[in-house]
């Protein structure tokens, strides 16, 4: 069985990204990132730390804004749209859940959807839907097409099968796969005979979120296996949705957790923050011609 | 095998759409739908005239708006949104494609979301794709659920099939039916052995637009058999993408061509208009309240 480490896939996309960067014109501002983020959740910080290490590796700049978890509503809208709004800014990571006495979804329709990183807003939701390619795309959903890009492993007229459907990750999964031409099926906790569903799949995805759903047994022969849990064991250990003990028996390739699609994650998000700067570049370039 | 009739699923939701008129408050306005038609596509004026019968008969307006297929693109922006903004006008039916001299996509960013009967508009896409109940899908996908509503047929924990993935119906219709629990699979042009997976469909939605590329042979014992398909064989007669013949040896239940989902259609943008005016209603008393 392969192993498909993040490490490798996230090596590729840093070189992907090195080249768009190297066809900014010379003496161009380097690309810059804001992170949101409202409260001290350790998971937050934890990944903002990840976020801004992956971002400067790849040669770009993160600059962090941190708010007071009571910061009344109204006042970080305002201090939101000043992000928002900052020509210096290419990209936005907002954390979320925001608070309680604030209008998550609110922010969803403020991002300025060619800022929108992490493909929050409708918009780039709509683009995703209808599998067009000039939007941006939940991170982690992405992450499982580069980590199979990056293995060459194929997916046009493949059965894929999702476990699970957030808007997160099983949804815009399934339209990337549908745009590479898998046949798709999503599964859920209403799914009837899941076992005999995952073992009919040659791409199988686990993104229910629940640690162990899924073993060996639910594995068709050759399938490859992407893991996009991350859940914590009862040693306070990190693991996935699939049980790893014996996969190797029946999966041809598989991601492990951690060091899998997590991995990935991150480095998706700075070829996007990369990508918004080289849209709004050229958007602008486009503009000083018509004036 | 139960011919599931199109007709009987319109007379229900005329009983839904009457119901809810009655609870508009006295003296309320009759709820009007522009119908902005540019050209003459006979298939266009078909339809249009289909859509003003229907709406008629469920107790509302319907306003035709036609403009010379020559008409200046800026010159018909304006118009459109003149319609748009118009305070009489509760939902709108815009007629696409549009000439080619015309930027189609922009009407699906200028249509306001809370008027956009066929659900065109990014907005009303994302809330579909998100699985929420208070955008509008586009109305041939919704007629796909009325037809197993209205028959009692259940779509939980089934294992349903689509073939075809246009944003009309296939992708659209694979969220709907995932909101009602069903497992999902999509299949397409590119799908390998179609029709062994065709065979593992309790529901089975053919919806690619080509005339008889499904038979008795694809469709499982008792399967229910949705039609989409609209097309015009040899003959120049209606038939759909099932064949017909032989399929009651196979199928539990199917949908006709012509009389069908397509004769639920209309229905669907009616059930559209009277929901556009209702919920318009509700947003005014609620903004009449604060003020």
Chains 1, 2 share one sequence.
């Not at 899924?214 to 996935?240: F, M, P, R, S």
Request: net charge negative; glycine share 8%; hydrophobic share 45%.
């Amino acid at each position: 069985m392969i192993v498909l480490k993040g490490a490798e896939v996230s090596a590729r996309l840093k070189e992907d990204v090195q080249e768009l960067l190297g066809r900014f014109p010379v003496g161009s501002r380097v690309p810059v990132a804001a992170i949101v983020r409202v409260g001290e959740r350790p998971d937050d910080v934890s990944y903002e730390r990840n976020v801004i290490k992956r971002i400067a590796a790849f040669g770009m700049e993160a600059r962090v804004y941190v708010f007071p978890a009571d910061i009344p509503a109204a006042e970080f809208v305002r201090e939101f749209q000043t992000i928002n709004e900052d020509k210096e800014i290419d990209g936005i990571l907002l954390f979320r859940p925001l608070p309680a006495h604030m209008d998550g979804r609110l922010f969803e329709r403020l991002i300025r959807p060619e800022k929108d990183l992490d493909g929050i807003s409708p918009v780039n939701a709509a683009k995703v839907f209808a599998g067009e390619a000039d939007g941006f795309a939940p991170c982690t959903a992405e992450a499982v097409i580069e980590v199979l890009k990056a293995y060459e492993l194929p997916i046009e007229g493949k059965r894929a099968v999702i476990v699970g459907r957030s808007m997160v990750v099983g949804r815009p999964l399934a339209m990337l796969l549908l745009r590479e031409n898998a046949t798709v099926t999503v599964c859920h906790t209403k799914t009837r005979d899941l076992g005999k569903i995952c073992r009919e799949a040659e791409i199988l995805v686990a993104a229910a979120g629940r640690a162990g759903m899924l073993t060996k047994d639910e594995t068709a022969e050759g399938a490859v296996v992407i893991d996009v849990g991350i859940n914590v064991d009862q040693n306070g250990k990190l693991c996935g949705d699939m049980v790893w003990d014996g996969l190797e028996t029946a999966a041809a390739a598989a991601t492990p957790v951690p060091g899998g699609v997590g991995a990935v994650t991150t480095a998706v998000l700075a070829k996007h923050l990369a990508q918004a700067a080289w849209r709004s570049r050229q958007t602008m370039d486009a503009s000083e011609q018509e004036a």
